[in-house]
């Protein structure tokens, strides 16, 4: 009973009140975990939008921005390069010292400095050493100016179709070219490049989702810190070309699967060549007009009208003997990129005719090693290849109506 008795005793001093009023009188103590933790997060990865702050193209209209009242709202970016001349980044600020990249003129790297160029009138600037009550142009006068020397292209024989991807490019800072859902996405991007209206947005997925555009997108804004990478690092296996021709050719894939193209349903309109600093432009425009040929020969046996002579192979071979074939549909106009070390030349081919020369024009050169470009390039990349994928959809409803009339005409011959 002795025993009974302690383990009461015990029991109640456990749950006494006065022992619980005890403990509430103690001071609080916040409880600490038994050990610290010293395994530090992640530094984030920097974004670019210091960079970005600065992204201006020359030809920026100050327009109001549809439905935003931020300070973004208004775009206030010279217009004329020769008035702000002193203030545009120069090509060697990039880096210093043992990292410094080089950014030698066109004809270094044997592009021609043409008469007309997409990208001559794009400029960056240093917004702090501007003073807007000192700017004095009009967008208007700008935008007519630009017109004037797109149309004139024509007179340069230049076809419809490249004077178009042309005039993109020449004012992708004039007018919108993402949808406004992209605008978190590209923080510090003016939002005058931003539309709520889905149809005026030219960088869009067709099919495809939404995000998987933004991010193919997205890929090429950060693409020049990678191409430069590799010169800092004096990097042995991967060259500036050879990330630039990776680069384009993922968009380029984007760009198919999201409009459903492929080898079985379509005629592709853009190659891409590549090769190093040391290879001749030359040799790097006949490499690309033999492959661009290749395709022109795709799209003559495919808009030829059959005559006497079924095959096209065996055109081409008495075409000096006989008149130039015809066709239903004109050969259209061709497209290729051509990088070399950090420079990226966009060209535009139409084919020769019977008797004729081919067409190689440049649509614009561009140069990676300047870090304040990097999202006027991505976006006039982007338009390029957009542009690409809008025609090849195009030209894919005229072959699919060819093969349709071709089907029905075998239907109806007897000896068929």
Same mark, same amino acid.
């Given at each position: 009973m002795a025993f009974l008795s302690r383990l009461s005793d015990n029991f109640w001093s456990f749950v006494s009140p006065r022992k619980t009023k005890q403990q509430r009188?103690?001071?609080?103590?916040?409880?600490?975990?038994?050990?610290?933790?010293? $395994?530090?997060?992640?530094?984030?990865?920097?974004?670019?939008?210091?960079?970005?702050? =600065?992204? #201006?193209?020359?030809?920026?209209?100050?327009?109001?921005?549809?439905?935003?009242?931020?300070? =973004?709202? =208004?775009?206030?970016?010279?217009a004329s390069s020769a008035q702000f001349e002193s203030s545009a980044t120069s090509e060697s600020d990039d880096f210093e010292g043992d990292t410094l990249i080089d950014s030698p003129d066109y004809k270094s790297y044997g592009f021609?400095?043409?008469?007309?160029?997409?990208?001559?009138?794009?400029?960056?600037?240093?917004?702090?050493?501007?003073?807007?009550?000192?700017?004095?142009?009009?967008?208007?006068?700008? #935008?007519?100016? =630009?017109? $004037? $020397?797109?149309?004139?292209?024509?007179?340069?024989?230049?076809?419809?179709?490249?004077?178009?991807?042309?005039?993109?490019?020449?004012? #992708?800072?004039?007018?919108?070219?993402?949808?406004?859902?992209?605008?978190?996405?590209?923080?510090?991007i003016p939002l005058a490049l931003f539309t709520k209206d889905w149809n005026r947005a030219y960088i869009k997925p067709t099919f495809g989702t939404e995000f998987r555009a933004c991010k193919a997108l997205q890929n090429l804004v950060y693409l020049g810190p990678r191409v430069r990478d590799t010169i800092i690092n004096h990097s042995s296996t991967r060259q500036p070309e050879d990330v630039l021709g990776k680069a384009i050719e993922d968009y380029i894939k984007w760009s198919h699967e999201d409009a459903k193209l492929n080898a079985s349903n379509c005629i592709p309109l853009l190659s891409v060549v590549t090769g190093s600093k040391d290879t001749s432009t030359k040799d790097l425009q006949n490499t690309l007009i033999d492959a661009l040929e290749v395709t022109a020969d795709r799209y003559r046996e495919a808009f030829v009208i059959h005559s006497s002579v079924e095959d096209v192979s065996t055109i081409n071979e008495i075409s000096s003997e006989i008149d130039a074939p015809e066709f239903t549909q004109p050969i259209p106009t061709l497209y290729g990129a051509i990088m070399t070390h950090t420079m990226m030349g966009l060209l535009a081919y139409d084919s020769p005719g019977h008797g004729e020369a081919p067409q190689l024009r440049t649509v614009g050169i561009f140069d990676w090693g300047k870090e304040d470009y990097d999202f006027w390039n991505a976006l006039a990349l982007a338009i390029f290849v957009v542009h690409c994928r809008d025609r090849a959809i195009e030209l894919k409803e005229v072959l699919d109506n060819l093969e349709g009339e071709l089907g029905s005409d075998d239907s109806d011959d007897p000896d068929a």
């Open positions: 009188d103690k001071p609080f103590k916040a409880a600490t975990p038994a050990s610290k933790i010293s $395994k530090k997060l992640p530094t984030p990865v920097p974004n670019l939008t210091s960079q970005m702050r =600065r992204y #201006r193209s020359l030809g920026s209209p100050a327009v109001e921005v549809e439905g935003s009242s931020s300070k =973004r709202s =208004r775009l206030s970016t010279p021609d400095q043409e008469e007309y160029n997409a990208n001559d009138d794009t400029i960056v600037v240093d917004e702090t050493q501007i003073d807007p009550d000192e700017l004095t142009w009009d967008p208007d006068e700008e #935008r007519r100016a =630009r017109e $004037k $020397k797109a149309d004139a292209l024509l007179e340069h024989g230049w076809s419809a179709d490249a004077i178009k991807v042309f005039k993109r490019i020449q004012n #992708r800072g004039f007018e919108p070219l993402m949808p406004w859902d992209w605008e978190k996405d590209f923080e510090a």
